[in-house]
């Protein structure tokens, strides 16, 4: 669907904004009201900009019709008892599995969230989970570990909010390269669909397996039943807490369980 040849993209852009982000985050609607207020009066007063607004609306309608009971903070729990193996709550917070509805969302290009599943994790008793479980323990200990600052860094960085991370860099590559508004859409909406389904693929794994984190793994590594992984109960990893500012990111959601 193309909206008529002389309304304003510009109107059509922030009224379109406006109306799926005060759908989906009603709380927040005093300031977004106040940033479209702003967006609109730097447009010009006309016709144009009553059809963009009028077009905005109707395609933001669609969208949102279009993701109507795809789950989203649908009541998903976690249920699993905890034993050797399976996920529990993890120091310090011990948080339940936090938005496990994201593993049951409807993807937006997949045909389901076990599409592209991964292969069973290696069982405990293992060499190939024991040797994954004493990297982590000598590489990711928060003391007294061998790796790099450049290391240290690296881990910091890809332990960073993805999703903040990325709306980062498409937006610096749209400002460097002059993009207009319809070749923005684009870019956003294809690399933020994939990235979305690659969560709901990520979450789904989570849940259908519901493996223990490693710290847990570390930790209770004696009743793994596995000789070859040592327990460190007071073992700690290095928290992404502590992050520079150049690598540090916040969401008012986290989706790391």
């Not at 109107?11 to 989906?24: D, E, G, K, P, S």
């Not at 870019?187 to 979305?196: G, I, V």
């Not at 500012?245 to 989706?255: E, L, N």
Request: proline residues 11%; positive net charge; aromatic residues 8%.
């Amino acid at each position: 669907m193309r909206g008529p040849s002389t309304a304003s993209p510009e109107a059509a852009a922030v009224a379109a904004a406006h109306r799926v982000l005060v759908t989906y985050f009603p709380a927040s609607q005093a300031p977004l009201d106040a940033a479209y207020a702003e967006s609109l009066a730097g447009i010009p007063e006309g016709s144009a900009k009553t059809q963009g607004v009028a077009f905005g609306e109707q395609a933001a309608e669609h969208l949102i019709d279009l993701r109507e009971g795809d789950g989203r903070d649908a009541p998903v729990q976690f249920t699993a008892p905890p034993a050797p193996g399976v996920w529990r709550p993890t120091p310090p917070s011990h948080q339940p599995f936090i938005d496990p509805w994201l593993g049951r969302l409807r993807p937006m290009l997949l045909t389901s969230p076990a599409q592209f599943r991964p292969g069973v994790p290696p069982a405990l008793s293992s060499a190939r989970y024991a040797r994954y479980v004493n990297e982590v323990r000598t590489m990711g200990a928060k003391t007294g570990s061998p790796r790099t600052a450049f290391q240290t860094e690296t881990a910091l960085f890809f332990g960073g909010n993805l999703a903040v991370q990325i709306q980062a860099a498409l937006q610096d590559y749209t400002a460097r390269h002059h993009l207009g508004i319809a070749e923005t859409a684009r870019l956003f909406a294809a690399a933020n669909t994939s990235a979305t389904d690659a969560v709901v693929a990520a979450w789904d794994a989570k849940l259908h397996y519901g493996r223990w984190r490693p710290i847990t793994a570390i930790q209770l590594a004696d009743t793994d039943g596995n000789p070859a992984t040592p327990a460190d109960p007071q073992w700690r990893r290095c928290s992404s807490r502590h992050r520079t500012p150049t690598t540090s990111a916040a969401m008012p959601r986290s989706p790391a369980p």
